[in-house]
Antibody, heavy 124, light 111 residues
Framework: HVQLVESGGGVVQPGRSLRLSCAAS????????MHWVRQAPGKGLEWVAV????????YYADSVKGRFTISRDNSKNTLYLQMNSLRAEDTAVYYC?????????????????WGQGTLVTVSS | QSVLTQPPSASGTPGQRVTISCSGS????????VYWYQQLPGTAPKLLIY???QRPSGVPDRFSGSKSGTSASLAISGLRSEDEADYYCAAWDDSLSAHWVFGGGTKLTVL
């Protein structure tokens, strides 16, 4: 049973940092690319970042480029999102999602499945 | 403003057929696959359609996807109350800042 569990969310002041984690189980984590997607309260989905199965490639949304870093530890079956210089507009539920196929190109493969999300609130 | 354009709302009565459109450009829908996700109230999104028109196992054949040029659409036939949800289209965008793009979402109401 594939499972993705996000953690690390909370309330943080503007300009501070936070690191999110996504613990994966039920599949061979090291064979799959992974995404972060966020959803501001009452708003739609916004893609944040993707990392290839081996960490060799990473892409970011313009809105987070230079502030957020996606990484993974295949020995711990865990995906990370380091978020620096946080802004109020970064407030959202952050989901991790697996690339649909093993060793697949994340640019042409579905997001499946998704975790349950973790809420990040940036506020003073 | 989302890169992919969807109507904010759609509605239908049980048993009806409804369609949700998704409009993009040559750098996203025009040159890449389209995906559809369903988000039931208070839950995480779930894959509904992949690679324009493919259904994952477990998704009823009442759901179908199509793509033509720079537009795509999701059709739901035999509408049921449990279909009431938000629906999002998505595609990879090959523009200078290569990235995934989502539509703004369509809230489907079953009357």
């Amino acid at each position: 049973h594939v499972q993705l569990v996000e953690s690390g969310g909370g309330v943080v002041q503007p300009g501070r940092s936070l690191r999110l984690s996504c613990a994966a189980s039920g599949f061979t984590f090291s064979s799959y690319g992974m995404h972060w997607v966020r959803q501001a309260p009452g708003k739609g989905l916004e893609w944040v970042a993707v990392i290839w199965y081996d960490g060799s490639n990473k892409y970011y949304a313009d809105s987070v480029k230079g502030r957020f870093t996606i990484s993974r530890d295949n020995s711990k079956n865990t995906l990370y999102l380091q978020m620096n210089s946080l802004r109020a507009e970064d407030t959202a539920v952050y989901y991790c999602a697996r690339v649909g196929g093993s060793y697949s190109d994340p640019r042409e493969t579905e997001f499946d499945p998704w975790g349950q999300g973790t809420l990040v609130t940036v506020s003073s | 403003q989302s890169v992919l354009t969807q109507p904010p709302s759609a509605s239908g009565t049980p048993g009806q057929r409804v369609t949700i459109s998704c409009s993009g450009s040559s750098s996203n829908i025009g040159s890449n696959y389209v995906y559809w996700y369903q988000q039931l109230p208070g839950t995480a999104p779930k894959l509904l359609i992949y690679r324009n028109n493919q259904r994952p196992s477990g998704v009823p054949d009442r759901f179908s996807g199509s793509k033509s040029g720079t537009s795509a659409s999701l059709a739901i036939s035999g509408l049921r109350s449990e279909d009431e949800a938000d629906y999002y289209c998505a595609a990879w965008d090959d523009s200078l800042s290569a990235h995934w793009v989502f539509g703004g979402g369509t809230k489907l109401t079953v009357l």
